[in-house]
């Protein structure tokens, strides 16, 4: 196997600039000579816009396999990882057997957001048709997670082998749209889907930004959740940075605080009140609603010409718990017991005005009760429904 030692990035054509791995396996980087002149910094506060080799700092081996944070963002996550490993077993690799930069050129063309690297290991994939039912996907899914074998690796490889998070999904476009449509992992119970659907309904009410959502439905569960791609708009690609690349941040561990979110709002927007707002509004519903995996990779910034730096839409927004009981990032200095007063603190702190602050509060404090009203009629009083609806009941005197 041609084993890569150097990667080119481009961005809409352009080339960014070039990766290359240490002699300790870290990964360098260097803009272009045309990037400099004609881009923007694709991560402000590591790699500022000048004809500098950048490296980065030992810890990058442990948090993203050496990579600055906004390369690592390319990289798949749980579940496209375990797909790709997959994948190179077929091809006889193992998984010790390539490095951060080779998954990198696995990546390619077809990672998300809108760096593509070259030379890529794979061709272009194309998520327009499958040829397979989605019950008949979430099967073959359930086989690869529990290590058994699958008759469609390749497909699953091709339609989710770039993706983030933990939940398996795939990626589709239809009508020049392009889709995320995620399947239960082996723990979740079936509302799985449904259930992040009504969040979704729920956070919009809320007046939360997020892109268009559906329910697909199914036969053996409640539904699949599928949601629009933020990152993709009329088949071009936009460039995209998560909180955890920005910070260099371990997204896997509490390492945050709200209040540094708003600070990075405020500093990339250039304090643009209608981004403050919504990461306001995102806080808010966070805690009312009990969604505690809020970790730096589940919040980005877009960037374009027209207009810079922007606040992503919401995403991966759904009741969720931590195995330390806690949410993953803090409300003025708690992971618990967060008051209607802390939410204010933090919201006032950030320039925002107590009145806007309060009006929230409440607006989403009654909004959120909508969740278990439209969730009881729907599914059967699983163990873990009991415990959504008890969580609900408490947060409603927020």
């Given at each position: 196997?041609?084993?890569?030692?150097?990667?080119?990035?481009?961005?809409?054509?352009?080339?960014?600039?070039?990766?290359?791995?240490?002699?300790?396996?870290?990964?360098?980087?260097?803009?272009?000579s045309?990037?400099?002149?004609?881009?923007?910094?694709?991560?402000p506060?590591?790699?500022?816009?000048?004809?500098?080799?950048?490296?980065?700092?030992?810890?990058?081996?442990?948090?993203?396999?050496?990579?600055?944070g906004?390369?690592a963002?390319?990289?798949p996550?749980?579940?496209?990882?375990?797909?790709?490993?997959?994948?190179?077993?077929?091809?006889?690799?193992?998984?010790?057997?390539?490095?951060?930069?080779?998954?990198?050129?696995?990546?390619?063309?077809?990672?998300?957001?809108?760096?593509?690297?070259?030379?890529?290991?794979?061709?272009?994939?194309?998520?327009?048709?499958?040829?397979l039912?989605?019950?008949?996907?979430?099967?073959e899914?359930?086989?690869?997670?529990s290590?058994?074998?699958?008759?469609?690796?390749?497909?699953?490889?091709?339609?989710?082998?770039?993706?983030?998070?933990?939940?398996?999904?795939?990626?589709?476009?239809?009508?020049?749209?392009?889709?995320?449509?995620?399947?239960?992992?082996?723990?979740?119970?079936?509302i799985?889907?449904?259930?992040?659907?009504?969040?979704?309904?729920?956070?919009?009410?809320?007046?939360?930004?997020?892109?268009?959502?559906?329910?697909?439905?199914s036969?053996?569960?409640?539904?699949?959740?599928?949601t629009?791609?933020?990152?993709?708009?009329?088949?071009?690609?936009?460039?995209?940075?998560?909180?955890?690349?920005?910070?260099?941040?371990?997204?896997?561990?509490?390492?945050?605080?709200?209040?540094?979110?708003?600070?990075?709002?405020?500093?990339?927007?250039?304090?643009a009140?209608?981004?403050k707002?919504?990461?306001?509004?995102?806080?808010?519903?966070?805690?009312?609603?009990?969604?505690?995996?809020?970790?730096?990779?589940?919040?980005?910034?877009?960037?374009s010409?027209?207009n810079?730096?922007k606040?992503?839409?919401?995403?991966?927004?759904?009741?969720?718990?931590?195995?330390?009981?806690?949410?993953?990032?803090?409300?003025?200095?708690?992971?618990?017991?967060?008051?209607?007063?802390?939410?204010?603190?933090?919201?006032?702190?950030?320039?925002?005005?107590?009145?806007?602050c309060?009006?929230?509060?409440?607006?989403?404090?009654?909004?959120?009760?909508?969740?278990?009203?439209?969730?009881?009629?729907?599914?059967?009083?699983t163990?873990?429904h009991?415990?959504?609806?008890?969580?609900?009941s408490?947060?409603?005197?927020?």
């Open positions: 196997m041609r084993v890569n030692k150097t990667l080119d990035v481009y961005y809409h054509g352009m080339q960014v600039g070039t990766l290359a791995e240490t002699p300790d396996k870290r990964i360098a980087f260097q803009y272009s045309e990037w400099q002149k004609n881009g923007f910094s694709i991560s506060f590591s790699l500022p816009l000048r004809n500098d080799v950048f490296v980065p700092n030992e810890r990058s081996l442990e948090r993203f396999g050496g990579l600055f906004v390369f963002d390319s990289l996550d749980s579940w496209g990882q375990l797909l790709l490993d997959r994948h190179l077993e077929t091809l006889g690799i193992t998984r010790s057997g390539i490095s951060t930069l080779e998954r990198l050129a696995y990546v390619g063309k077809n990672g998300m957001g809108a760096l593509e690297y070259l030379p890529s290991k794979e061709s272009d994939f194309d998520f327009k048709g499958i040829g039912d989605f019950d008949t996907i979430a099967k899914c359930e086989n690869i997670l290590s058994k074998e699958s008759n469609q690796l390749d497909i699953l490889f091709k339609m989710g082998g770039s993706s983030g998070g933990t939940r398996p999904k795939i990626l589709i476009s239809e009508n020049n749209r392009d889709w995320i449509i995620k399947f239960p992992s082996k723990s979740d119970p079936e799985s889907g449904k259930r992040e659907f009504d969040y979704s309904l729920c956070a919009k009410g809320c007046g939360i930004s997020m892109t268009e959502t559906e329910l697909i439905p036969t053996v569960c409640e539904g699949y959740f599928k629009e791609r933020f990152e993709r708009r009329d088949g071009e690609k936009i460039f995209t940075i998560t909180f955890a690349a920005l910070l260099e941040a371990d997204f896997r561990a509490p390492s945050c605080d709200y209040e540094t979110f708003f600070k990075l709002t405020k500093a990339l927007t250039k304090d009140i209608y981004d707002e919504q990461m306001y509004r995102i806080m808010c519903f966070n805690i009312a609603a009990h969604n505690r995996d809020d970790h730096t990779k589940n919040f980005s910034f877009t960037h010409d027209l810079g730096w606040l992503a839409p919401a995403y991966d927004i759904t009741y969720s718990d931590t195995y330390w009981g806690e949410h993953t990032t803090s409300v003025n200095g708690k992971g618990k017991d967060i008051t209607k007063e802390d939410l204010i603190k933090v919201g006032c702190d950030a320039g925002l005005t107590e009145k806007f309060l009006d929230c509060l409440e607006e989403i404090e009654e909004k959120v009760k909508m969740l278990d009203n439209y969730l009881k009629p729907n599914h059967r009083k163990k873990e009991i415990h959504f609806k008890e969580r609900i408490e947060i409603n005197g927020l």
